[in-house]
Structures are given as structure tokens and as C-alpha cells.
């Protein structure tokens, strides 16, 4: 008579398998008081990830990973953008595709079976690879049989080697950012009583602070030709007020007051600010993102000193750059995220976003501080954006043909950027691809005034967050500077991290430098999404599998070009 597993037995075997936290800890990769980011497209723009629930599980594609799927699991899907929290996660939060450079294995990590459960399924689900992010890039995540042994005994590390190294961060591919704050902010408190509750009153910057968000924000505008101009001494506050059309900072509550907005909720969060969505009481047929971000006080937000005037200028000059290029005569794209508006406004946190706050804290549970603790001299800046869609990473193909025409979109509308401003987006990771349907059968770009119209085959794609982004306006430069930022070149595991440190060989760390290069390291990124990692509702059919071979066909020459324009000429020429 065969053995048999008791109801009870069989939920718990089952929740240990998809359960690595345990693992992840004895291993000492993940410490008990480290508060876990999970880092699901937090995006601060506009997307719409799948949203994991107890007993399910959202993978970005299963063939891929190569996991069986005895489990009948299934997707869920939720209109929110934000993290996902433990409220609404299950246990297994670290499936993601790994690098075709790296290919790390983390031995030890594998979810180990109970062989009875193995006897019961069919067909036993293969070990699941894991990422792993490094503080310290010369520390390695793959540890032998011994080595784990080791680990499990944490007693046996001196305090202070203990002390000296940092614990890893298991990371999703996608929005890296808000994780990689969360773990500084829960580093550098380490020490502290895990039980302390979440921070919600001000508190006031150091001067190290200070100095360590000049460091990790980056963001610099620099002339490119020497010449008196560059001496000018520029208010950042007044052409910050000129971009917004203003005089001065407007009323918080009374630019955005309910009774100007309807269907309005909180759809997601990151570092630097809320985001909510709404439709305009003037306009009932538009769908409005605000973006939300609190600068130039002296009070830490979410853990981060709060960005000045100097440094949220080129966002938005690249922002009003980018969406402009709609209309431009000689490079034209409506691929980049369309910006409504940007406001300068001053004061506390209107009551009805408040509200809309505390209703989401309280389904999703915000990792962000509460927006009361701002006072009425607090200034923020709000971007007023076009919701877009879901991003790639989450939005479902009919087939190989509809990514495929979703690529040269991405191709033309960088390629349409290096033209008109010397664009490179440094982070196109899909998380920051918006994919939406659409009834236009072409959209048309100009590349140095030649038509190049693109079939939609009914999807149509829209690139967000220039965060990392370099652009040339006019003669100056603006441009993260990411060479002292060493967390984000340490990162292991999946093809986004490799392509950070070949932007930094490709520019010798000079990121004021223009490669266009870093465009194509992208689209070598995306194709490779688009080949094992994007969902498709159709793989059988003749037209999905000839297109598959088209992508795969690209993927093998991409890296051979040096631009996006010549990528775009290429695909072109094809169609």
C-alpha cells in the first residue's frame, strides 16, 4: 500500500517547497532583521503588475525557468504598481530569469523536497535558480556544500567579521531602485530593534546624510563647450518655475482639490514620491498618472534626503524634452511617456489623497512614509502624466508577431532620441516599457526627416522613467553620474545587471560621455525578454513560431550595431 500524507502534512510540505526564505536565512543571505523589499515593479510611473496571492504564483514566463507546473498555479491580475507587500505576496517571491553572461547558480538554495511529496506528484518540479545582489561584488552568492554547512552555523563567525560584512539582498529583475534604498535604509539601522515601528514625523538630514544623497542621486547638468555661460550662476528655483509656467509655488490643496477629480486612487509608490490616478472633471475621456515627489526639505522621506531644485530640474526638462518629440518636425515619436503638465505646489497633503493613502496602506501596506508628516512649507514637484498601460513584463502577447512589431517601436522611438537630443535611457529595463492595445493600425515616427510608419498589429508601446537617462539640450549635458554608485554594479543574476557594468566599460565610467551604444546593450535586453521571458496567450501557431525565429534571428546581430539608428535602418530595411 502506498504511502499517503494527511491533509494537514500535505499543505505544509507544500508551503515549505515554495517557501526559500527559510533556506535564504540559515545561509545567512537574508537576515531575520532585514526587512524585505521585493521589488516588483515599484515604478513610480504607470504600470500594472500581477499581483501574487496566497497559494499562487506570478511568473513572468514558466517555460522559461524550465519549472514544471504539477501545482496548477495561476495569475491573478490587480491594477496596482506598487510593491507588493506580505499582505498580498505568497511565500515564493524569487523566480526570475537569469544572465546569459553570468549564469550563477546558487547551490544550496534549491528547494529541497520531502520525498513522500516527490512520490505524490508527477512529476517533481526542477530546482529553481536564484538571484542574488552583492553589496560586495568580490563576494560570491555560490556556495559549495561545505561553505553551507558553514553559514547555517552563524555562531561560528567572529562579531567582528559579522559586523565588517553586509548582508545580500535577494532582488526581482525590473524596479531595482526602491529595493536598493529599502536595504540601505534597513542596513544602516541595523543595530536597531527590528520592532521599531514604521517612521512617520520628520526627521532632519545630517550632513553625511547630505553628502550621501549627492552621491546616490547623481544628477548633473554640465555644459558641454567651455564658454562664459558655464560661469552664469543659474536659480534652479526660477527655471524650475519656468518650466512649470509659474510664478510661484501654487496651493497643494487647492490645485489638486477633490471636487477637480474624479476616480481617484493610489496606484503605487516609490522613494521619491506617491503616485495616484485620476480622471479630470474637464476632461471625463483622459486618464491622468500624478506623479508626487517632495523636494528641498530639510526632512528625510522614506529613509532619503529629499531632492533640491538643482537635481529634479533635468528630470523634468527631460521629461517636457522627450514628450515634445511628438510634434517635432525632423524626429518625431509618440513613444515616449506624453507629460500633461508639471506643477510647483506648497503645502500639506490635501485630505483626499490622504484618505486614498491610508485606504491603500491599509489593503497593500505602504512601505513609504505617511504624507501627513509634511508641513504647509513643504514644496513638491507633480508630474502630470498619460497612463499608458501595463508594462512588458506583465502584459500578455497574442504572439511572437505582436512582440516583435512591439520591438522596432522601442527600436525607432530610441533611435528618433539619439537624433534629436543625444538620448540614452541607461535603464530600459521592462518594467519601464509600457505595453497598451490600440486600434491605429501604424504609428508613425521621422528619423532625420524620412517617414518610417510601424504596424501596431494591436499594441502600442511607450517608454517611462528617465531617472538614469542622458540627454544634450541646446549645449548642455544632463546626466546621472553613477561612478561611486557601487550597490548597483554589484548585482548579480540577471541580464539587467550585466548591462549596467557594460555601460560602465563602454563609457569608462564617464557618464557625462554620449554612447549611443547603451541603447543597443538595451535592445539586447529587451529582445531576450521578448524571446524567454514575456507572456504570449499563443505559441502554437505558424505565425508565432516565425516570428520567434525573427527575434532570436536579431538577437544573434544586435550587439553588432553601434546605435539605435542603425538597429532602426536595419529592422527597417527588413520590413
Known amino acids: 500500500m502506498e504511502d499517503t500524507l494527511p491533509d494537514d502534512a500535505w499543505k505544509d510540505s507544500f508551503d515549505k517547497l515554495l517557501d526559500p526564505r527559510p533556506q535564504l536565512r540559515e545561509l545567512n543571505i537574508i537576515k531575520k532583521n532585514v526587512r524585505a523589499s521585493f521589488n ?11 499581483i501574487l496571492i496566497v497559494n499562487e504564483c506570478s511568473l513572468p514566463n514558466p517555460n522559461f525557468l524550465n519549472v514544471g ?22 511565500s515564493n517571491l524569487f523566480y526570475c530569469a537569469l544572465s546569459p553572461i553570468t549564469s550563477m547558480k546558487l547551490d544550496g538554495l534549491q528547494t529541497n523536497f520531502d520525498h513522500k511529496v516527490s512520490e505524490i506528484g508527477k512529476e517533481q518540479p526542477r530546482a529553481i535558480k536564484h538571484v542574488c545582489f552583492e553589496i560586495n561584488a568580490s ?48 542596513f544602516q539601522t541595523d543595530a536597531e530593534s527590528a520592532l521599531i515601528p514604521k517612521v512617520s514625523s520628520p526627521r532632519k538630514r545630517t550632513t553625511t546624510e547630505n553628502l550621501a544623497s549627492a552621491r546616490i542621486s547623481g544628477r ?43 476616480s481617484t486612487c493610489k496606484i503605487g509608490e516609490g522613494v521619491y514620491g506617491e503616485v495616484f490616478k485620476y480622471i479630470p472633471k474637464k476632461s471625463s475621456e483622459t486618464t491622468v498618472v500624478l506623479k508626487i515627489i517632495p523636494i528641498e526639505g530639510s526632512e528625510l522621506v522614506n529613509g532619503e534626503v529629499q531632492k533640491t531644485f538643482e537635481q529634479i530640474l533635468p528630470e523634468i526638462i527631460i521629461s517636457q524634452e522627450m514628450s515634445n518629440l511628438r510634434v517635432n518636425p525632423t524626429n518625431s515619436t509618440i513613444g515616449f511617456v506624453n507629460i500633461y503638465n508639471v506643477a510647483l505646489v506648497k503645502g500639506k497633503y490635501p485630505l483626499h489623497l490622504l484618505k486614498l493613502w491610508e485606504e491603500y496602506d491599509e489593503k497593500k501596506e505602504s512601505e513609504n512614509d505617511h504624507p501627513e508628516m509634511f508641513t504647509d512649507r513643504q514644496l513638491y514637484i ?76 494591436g499594441v502600442r508601446v511607450t517608454i517611462i522613467d528617465y531617472t538614469l ?43 557625462s560621455a554620449y554612447a549611443p551604444k547603451t541603447n543597443v546593450m538595451w535592445l539586447s535586453y529587451v529582445v531576450s525578454k521578448l524571446i524567454d521571458g514575456v507572456i504570449y496567450k499563443n505559441t502554437t501557431n505558424r505565425t508565432h513560431k516565425t516570428y520567434l525565429a525573427k527575434l532570436k534571428a536579431f538577437n544573434k546581430i544586435v550587439l553588432t550595431f553601434k546605435s539605435a539608428v542603425e538597429c532602426a535602418n536595419h529592422i527597417y530595411s527588413l520590413n
Open 469 to 511: 537617462s542622458r540627454v544634450t539640450v541646446g549645449e548642455c549635458c544632463h546626466y546621472n553620474d553613477l561612478s561611486t554608485d557601487e550597490e548597483l554594479f554589484a548585482a548579480l543574476g540577471d541580464y539587467q545587471y550585466d548591462i549596467y557594468r557594460m555601460m560602465r566599460d563602454e563609457l569608462k565610467n564617464n557618464w
Open 139 to 186: 563576494e560570491h552568492c555560490e556556495k559549495s556544500d561545505d561553505s553551507k554547512d558553514k553559514s547555517r552555523n552563524s555562531k561560528q563567525i567572529p562579531e567582528d567579521a559579522r559586523k565588517r560584512s553586509r548582508s545580500s539582498l535577494v532582488l526581482q529583475p525590473g524596479k531595482w531602485r526602491k529595493s536598493l534604498h529599502t536595504w540601505k535604509r534597513t
Open 69 to 90: 507546473d504539477p501545482f496548477n498555479i495561476k495569475r491573478k491580475s490587480s491594477s496596482s504598481i506598487s510593491t507588493p507587500c506580505q499582505k498580498r505576496l505568497s
Open 40 to 50: 516588483i515593479d515599484s515604478s513610480v510611473e504607470n504600470s500594472n503588475p500581477d
Open 220 to 262: 548633473k547638468s554640465t555644459y558641454l563647450n567651455d564658454s562664459s555661460e558655464s560661469n552664469i550662476q543659474i536659480s534652479y528655483e526660477k527655471e524650475v518655475l519656468r518650466y512649470c509656467a509659474q510664478r510661484r509655488p501654487l496651493r497643494f490643496d487647492s490645485a489638486y482639490a477633490a471636487a477637480k477629480m474624479m
Open 382 to 457: 507633480v508630474l502630470e502624466l498619460n497612463f499608458a498601460g501595463n508594462d512588458m513584463s506583465t502584459f500578455t502577447f497574442l504572439n511572437a508577431e505582436q512582440s516583435y512589431h512591439a520591438l522596432q517601436q522601442v527600436i525607432l522611438t530610441l533611435a528618433v532620441g539619439e537624433e534629436a537630443f543625444q538620448f540614452e535611457h541607461r535603464d530600459l529595463h521592462w518594467g519601464n516599457i509600457l505595453v497598451e492595445e490600440t486600434e491605429l493600425k501604424h504609428i508613425d515616427y521621422k528619423l532625420n526627416g524620412k517617414d518610417m510608419p510601424v504596424a501596431t498589429k
